[in-house]
């Protein structure tokens, strides 16, 4: 079973930045692609960055790139992302996500993941 804890949401202004992190615990880590999603009023959960088990590989969604980062820390078993110039869309409660069955693929799709976090508030006031 695999625990993850989400921290670092709050309130900020357009333009502002925050640094998400999604801490893990109870499997191996280093073994898992993780990912960031959000959710936001009224929509469904929606994928936003991933990045691969040993951190070569990402990706983003559209609308962050350039803007959003994920990196992990495998010794400290944490994943985060990093959000900068942000806008009031990216209002959302971002999740962290584990795929605990990696492949070669990085999946943007909810089903791959098989652990979830309790989530975190982002608010961005304009």
């Known amino acids: 079973q695999v625990q993850l804890v989400e921290a670092g949401g709050g309130l900020v202004q357009a333009g502002d930045s925050l640094r998400l992190s999604c801490a893990a615990s109870?499997?191996?880590?280093?073994?898992?692609?993780m990912g960031w999603f959000r959710q936001a009023p009224g929509k469904e959960r929606a994928f936003v960055a991933v990045?691969?088990?040993?951190?070569?590989?990402?990706s983003y969604t559209d609308s962050v790139k350039g803007r959003f980062t994920i990196s992990r820390d495998n010794a400290k078993n944490t994943v985060y992302l990093e959000m900068i110039s942000l806008k009031p869309e990216d209002t959302a409660v971002y999740y962290c996500?584990?795929?605990?069955?990696?492949?070669?693929?990085?999946?943007?799709?909810?089903?791959?993941?098989?652990?979830w976090g309790q989530g975190t508030q982002v608010t961005v006031s304009s």
């Open positions: 996500g584990a795929d605990v069955r990696p492949s070669m693929f990085l999946s943007s799709g909810l089903s791959a993941y098989d652990y």
């Open positions: 109870g499997g191996t880590f280093s073994r898992y692609h």
């Open positions: 990045i691969s088990w040993s951190g070569s590989r990402t």
